[in-house]
Antibody, heavy 120, light 108 residues
Framework: EVQLLESGGALVQPGGSLRLSCAAS????????MSWVRQAPGKGLEWVSA????????YYADSVKGRFTISRDNSKNTVFLQMNSVRADDTAVYYC?????????????WGQGTLVTVSS | DIQMTQSPSSLSASLGDRVTITCRAS??????LAWYQQKPGKVPKLLIF???ALQSGVPSRFSGSRSGTDFTLTISSLQPEDVATYYC??????????FGQGTKVEIK
C-alpha cells in the first residue's frame, strides 16, 4: 500500500525558514517523480515543485523559484521541501504527491498534508 | 504559461441529475488533462487521466471527454457522495503543471 506521510509544518515568521519532509513507502521510490502541491485556506490547488526519481532534475513554480528547494534522499525514501524567505501568501496545507509511472505530474497518490502558517 | 479555466465555479444539482463541468486550456495540451475530486476536509483523489481514462476504482458514472482545448467532466447521475470540489489539471511534459480554479458541486 502506497503511503505518503508529511511532517514539518509549523507557524513561522515572515522571512523565516522551514523544512518539510515526506516519508514514502509501498512503492519503488527511486522510480517515481515526487511533487509538492499546496492549498491555501479556502483556495484551490497550486503545484509548487517537482523532482525526478534520480533527483537530478527539479522544477519550480514561479511563485517559489529562488526561495524553495526540493530534494530527496532515496536511501531514506524521503522527499524534502526547504522553504526560505517565506511570505504570508505561502500559508497553506502542503501535500506531497507521487507522480505516475510515465509522467511527472499526474498525481496518483497524495499525503494527508502538513500545515504551514506564515505570520508574525 | 498555459492557463486552465474551469466553469462553473460552483453548481447545485438534484440527486440523479447529470452534471457537467468544463475546463478550457489556453493552449493545446493534447490529452494531458486530469480531473481530481476533493471531498470536504479530505485529500484530492485522481479520477480521470488522459482526458477520458478512468482511474482504477472510480465509479463508471464519472466520464471525461475532450474537444480540442475544451475538456468536460460528466457525472451521469449525481450521488450524495459526489459532493466535492473538482479540479482539472494539465500534466504534460512542460511545467508549470497548472490546476483549474475548481468547481464546487453541491446537492440541491
Amino acid at each position: 500500500e502506497v503511503q505518503l506521510l508529511e511532517s514539518g509544518g509549523a507557524l513561522v515568521q515572515p522571512g523565516g525558514s522551514l523544512r518539510l519532509s515526506c516519508a514514502a513507502s509501498g512503492f519503488t521510490f527511486t522510480a517515481y517523480a515526487m511533487s509538492w502541491v499546496r492549498q491555501a485556506p479556502g483556495k484551490g490547488l497550486e503545484w509548487v515543485s517537482a523532482i525526478l526519481g534520480g533527483g537530478g532534475l527539479t522544477y519550480y513554480a514561479d511563485s517559489v523559484k529562488g526561495r524553495f528547494t526540493i530534494s530527496r534522499d532515496n536511501s531514506k525514501n524521503t522527499v524534502f521541501l526547504q522553504m526560505n524567505s517565506v511570505r504570508a501568501d505561502d500559508t497553506a496545507v502542503y501535500y506531497c504527491a507521487k507522480g505516475d509511472m510515465a509522467t511527472i505530474a499526474l498525481f496518483d497518490y497524495w499525503g494527508q498534508g502538513t500545515l504551514v502558517t506564515v505570520s508574525s | 504559461d498555459i492557463q486552465m479555466t474551469q466553469s462553473p465555479s460552483s453548481l447545485s444539482a438534484s440527486l440523479g441529475d447529470r452534471v457537467t463541468i468544463t475546463c478550457r486550456a489556453s493552449q493545446a495540451i493534447s490529452s494531458y488533462l486530469a480531473w481530481y475530486q476533493q471531498k470536504p476536509g479530505k485529500v484530492p483523489k485522481l479520477l480521470i487521466f488522459g482526458a477520458s481514462a478512468l482511474q482504477s476504482g472510480v465509479p463508471s458514472r464519472f466520464s471525461g471527454s475532450r474537444s480540442g482545448t475544451d475538456f468536460t467532466l460528466t457525472i451521469s447521475s449525481l450521488q450524495p457522495e459526489d459532493v466535492a470540489t473538482y479540479y482539472c489539471q494539465k500534466y504534460g511534459t512542460a511545467p508549470p503543471w497548472t490546476f483549474g480554479q475548481g468547481t464546487k458541486v453541491e446537492i440541491k
